[in-house]
């Protein structure tokens, strides 16, 4: 009884801790990435989704960097732009957190259970739009809550989604760029969100992650799970080529991945498909990872 009542109290006590994070807010940046349409290098959706995401970063960051590149197209004869997004937060601190999304879209809905749509494009609400949703949101908070210790960057990286099956490398176009050029000071670690707004939110602990910082899964999982979110389970799943994969593997940074592969569950599939629309997208599970992620960022800029 008496381990009970103290576990209580430290749950009730982390829960007061909790930032506060607007699943709201987060749903509406998602969905107006979605209203651009697709958003694969080289679509008209891109390129004004692109001048969206300047506006929002600058407004809310110390710095913005943004990185122009062109590329040949993995499979096509014809060259697409990448852009990636870097935004700085307390720019003053050299002991740096990085946040990253993949803000791309999938060219071809090559999933999907109807044949004539595998040659479409997909909208990405949950692949594309969920993680940079957080993150945007997150920003906000950063500008109304300036840190004290520690500096936050948020890195929204294109070209993530370009790769078929079986061709990894053609995967995480845009990290892969990015990571050779990552300004200074680098950050201790890095997050990856990808796939954040499933409404059968389940988060495994994907296996690179383990790999590369246990340690920082483990803090993740414990505080989520204090927070009274159990869909962080305490299980090991696949091993995922993400973003965080390719930044982990040229940097040497570790980086972990907060990532629910299964959309929506084991039993049906909307993962690079038609079906993956903000419809199929929950606020409650927005706010699940955002809250997350916001707590950690102030516990440890206390605590540093
Ligand atoms: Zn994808």
């Not at 979605?34 to 506006?55: I, M, V």
């Not at 949703?133 to 004290?148: M, Q, R, S, T, W």
């Not at 079986?166 to 845009?174: H, S």
């Not at 389970?233 to 991945?257: C, L, M, Q, R, S």
Request: charged share 25%.
């Amino acid at each position: 009884m008496k381990s009970l009542i103290i576990l209580l109290f430290f749950s009730i006590f982390i829960a007061q801790d909790a930032m506060f994070f607007s699943g709201e807010k987060a749903m509406s940046y998602l969905i107006k990435q979605c209203n651009f349409g697709p958003r694969f290098p080289g679509s008209e959706g891109q390129l004004k989704t692109a001048q969206y995401f300047e506006k929002i970063l600058k407004e809310t960051s110390d710095s913005l960097y943004v990185m122009n590149e062109r590329i040949k197209h993995p499979y096509l004869e014809k060259e697409i732009p990448l852009i990636n997004f870097f935004a700085r937060y307390n720019i003053k601190s050299d002991q740096r957190i990085l946040l990253m999304a993949h803000w791309d879209t999938r060219e071809i809905a090559d999933k999907d259970e109807n044949e004539e749509n595998r040659v479409l494009p997909i909208l990405g609400a949950n692949d594309g739009a969920s993680g940079v949703a957080v993150l945007l949101e997150i920003g906000n908070i950063l500008k109304e809550f300036p840190l004290e210790n520690i500096g936050i960057d948020i890195l929204l990286v294109d070209g993530e989604d370009m790769g078929r099956e079986g061709d990894a490398d053609n995967f995480g176009l845009g990290t892969q760029i990015f990571s050779t050029k990552i300004p200074r000071p680098l950050p201790i670690h890095a997050i990856c969100l990808d796939m954040v707004a499933d409404k059968d939110q389940e988060f495994l602990m994907e296996q690179y992650s383990l790999m590369s910082d246990q340690r920082l899964v483990k803090e993740i999982w414990d505080l989520a799970n204090y927070l009274g979110y159990n869909q962080f389970v305490y299980e090991i799943g696949p091993a995922i080529i993400d973003d965080h994969y390719f930044f982990n593997k040229i940097t040497g940074i570790p980086a972990i991945d907060i990532i629910d592969f299964n959309y929506p569950n084991t039993k049906k599939n909307y993962w690079h498909t038609l079906k993956d629309i903000p419809e199929n997208c929950s606020v409650e599970s927005l706010k699940a990872v955002g809250t997350v992620i916001a707590t950690y960022i102030y516990h440890t800029d206390r605590t540093y």
